[in-house]
T-cell receptor, first 112, second 116 residues
Framework: GQQVMQIPQYQHVQEGEDFTTYCNSS?????IQWYKQRPGGHPVFLIQ?????EVKKQKRLTFQFGEAKKNSSLHITATQTTDVGTYFC????????????FGQGTTLQVKP | DTAVSQTPKYLVTQMGNDKSIKCEQN?????MYWYKQDSKKFLKIMFS???????INETVPNRFSPKSPDKAHLNLHINSLELGDSAVYFC???????????????FGEGSRLTVL
């Protein structure tokens, strides 16, 4: 079936180190969204990427959408303890399905 | 004022029982969803409704029946609860140009269902 794979599943970093999570789809996506879920919380929207090769930045966060619109990445520069949580990518399948398929998530732990 | 609110937040019940979770959004969005998050944090779409019309019905057992009385409400009723139904159920809403174009999802705080 249609899947969105996300790696790594877990990442432990020292505060100040960089962090990257990768997302790959088996099919072309209309767009990709990224969400952050704090421990015990609910997913909160971060950003949406629509165009092939698109790059967007939000302060220390950089989001990329691949040229083939099948992969994406989120990079955090100089992590802080407030970055702790699970980061999900979610791809909207092409073809008017309305289905937003979530990756498995990457859980980030930051040691102070 | 909470944008997407779900009740109850916690639900502990016995196998075989029937239970409901309610969701309301005050964002004026046309589309509402139910997602299930299992113990491994995997988020899976169950249903979506656009203006009270069912759009997405993923391979969910018939024991799960969503109901949308109006576009601001989407409830989930579960019959004959099983152990495997234990999860966090998230309601979400979004503003969409068409029923198939999903914009930013606004999630509720979740309803943690535990089946004993």
């Amino acid at each position: 079936g249609q899947q969105v794979m996300q790696i790594p599943q877990y990442q432990h970093v020292q505060e100040g180190e960089d962090f990257t999570t990768y997302c790959n789809s088996s099919t072309t996506l209309s767009n990709i969204q990224w969400y952050k879920q704090r421990p015990g919380g609910h997913p909160v929207f971060l950003i949406q990427l629509v165009k092939s090769g698109e790059v967007k930045k939000q302060k220390r966060l950089t989001f990329q959408f691949g040229e083939a619109k099948k992969n994406s990445s989120l990079h955090i520069t100089a992590t802080q303890t407030t970055d702790v949580g699970t980061y999900f990518c979610a791809g909207l399948l092409s073809g008017n399905t309305g289905k937003l398929i979530f990756g498995q998530g990457t859980t980030l732990q930051v040691k102070p | 004022d909470t944008a997407v609110s779900q009740t109850p937040k916690y639900l502990v019940t016995q196998m075989g029982n029937d239970k409901s979770i309610k969701c309301e959004q005050n964002l004026g969005h046309d589309t509402m969803y139910w997602y299930k998050q299992d113990s491994k944090k995997f988020l899976k779409i169950m249903f979506s409704y656009n203006n009270k019309e069912l759009i997405i019905n993923e391979t969910v057992p018939n024991r799960f029946s969503p109901k949308s009385p109006d576009k601001a409400h989407l409830n989930l009723h579960i019959n004959s609860l099983e152990l495997g139904d234990s999860a966090v159920y998230f309601c979400a809403s979004s503003n969409t140009w068409t029923p198939w174009d999903t914009g930013e999802l606004f999630f509720g705080e979740g309803s943690r269902l535990t089946v004993l």
